[in-house]
């Protein structure tokens, strides 16, 4: 089983007590790291500013109080931790929270498939990490 480190642990309670479930559950059969809950005004334009978010602040769901956005990725072990180019581990991962959320009930879109038809290929912004309360 697999468990947070202290920051994706932090980060994780910034979010809405639903984000926090559902990732406390994957985290179970899944590793992966929380990379940002809640998102201030300034590192919410500069996401904006950087092509990272399509939302300035105050109106990304990071934004909120509790948020109601994660962006959390797969983990590796090993060295990188974090391979933004491994996009098949990155859409498993996406598949294995929508379907760990539909099983615990709650809403959730996830930047890989943002108008949650369940067609990958038909987005035009990508944001695999990204996972959001409906």
């Not at 980060?11 to 926090?20: S, V």
Request: with cysteine; net charge negative.
């Amino acid at each position: 089983m697999y468990y947070f480190g202290k920051n994706s642990a932090a980060r994780l309670l910034e979010c809405h007590p639903d984000l926090q479930a559902l990732f406390n559950e994957v985290i179970k059969h899944l590793n992966c790291a929380v990379l940002v809950g809640h998102r201030g005004e300034r590192e919410q334009n500069q996401a904006f500013y950087e092509g990272r978010s399509k939302l300035t602040y105050p109106f990304s769901k990071h934004n909120k109080k509790p948020s109601r956005a994660v962006d959390v990725v797969p983990w590796h072990a090993d060295s990188p931790h974090i391979r933004w180019d491994d996009k098949e581990r990155f859409y498993h991962f996406g598949g294995f929270v929508t379907g760990t959320a539909t099983e615990m009930g709650i809403i959730i879109r996830w930047g890989g498939d943002w108008d949650r038809d369940g067609e990958l290929r038909d987005q035009n912004f990508f944001d695999l990490a990204h996972f959001e309360l409906v």
